[in-house]
Structures are given as structure tokens and as C-alpha cells.
């Protein structure tokens, strides 16, 4: 997982987004956000800054492929990916 304060350097050439992961034993499960309809909306940051800014410098990360959290999202019927939210 990455943390803000220790992230390593996004890879040259690639786009990465951040998205907020709760640890479970050694492993990163994705964190969904709940929306008032019931709903449920995947994060994804463009920067571990702004991700940290948003949900706080203490919510692990992982840092993805721009594609890749609407793949991991889809099997779970999550059908809204957002890049950034706003608070």
C-alpha cells in the first residue's frame, strides 16, 4: 500500500490514479463511497496529495493503472468511478 508520506514516484509515461484501499491482513480491498441514494461510487485521485487532502493523510492508498479501478469495480456492480470528488 501507499501512503502520502512515503508514496514512491509515478511511473514515466504512465498515467496512475490513487485510490483509497482499507487493509485487511496483508491485503488492499477497495474502499467504495456510499451515496445518499443507496448507491455506491469508487474514488480515484489523480495524486496521493490530493487523495490525502480529501479523505485524509492516514487512508492507505494503492496506486493503479488509469483503467484498472473500473475493472476491479465492475464485478461488484459498483457503476460509477470518480475521479476526485469534491468534499
Not at 25 to 49: K, Y
Amino acid at each position: 500500500m501507499v501512503r502520502t508520506e512515503t508514496a514512491a514516484p509515478e511511473p514515466a509515461g504512465r498515467t496512475v490514479r490513487h485510490v483509497p484501499v482499507r487493509a485487511i491482513g496483508s491485503v488492499g480491498v477497495l474502499r467504495f463511497s456510499r451515496l445518499c441514494d443507496g448507491g455506491c461510487r469508487a474514488v480515484r485521485s489523480g495524486s496521493a496529495e490530493a487523495r490525502a487532502a480529501l479523505l485524509g493523510p492516514d487512508q492507505a492508498s494503492v496506486a493503479l493503472t488509469r483503467s484498472a479501478p473500473r475493472r476491479a469495480a465492475a464485478p461488484v456492480t459498483v457503476p460509477v468511478v470518480q475521479l476526485q470528488p469534491q468534499q
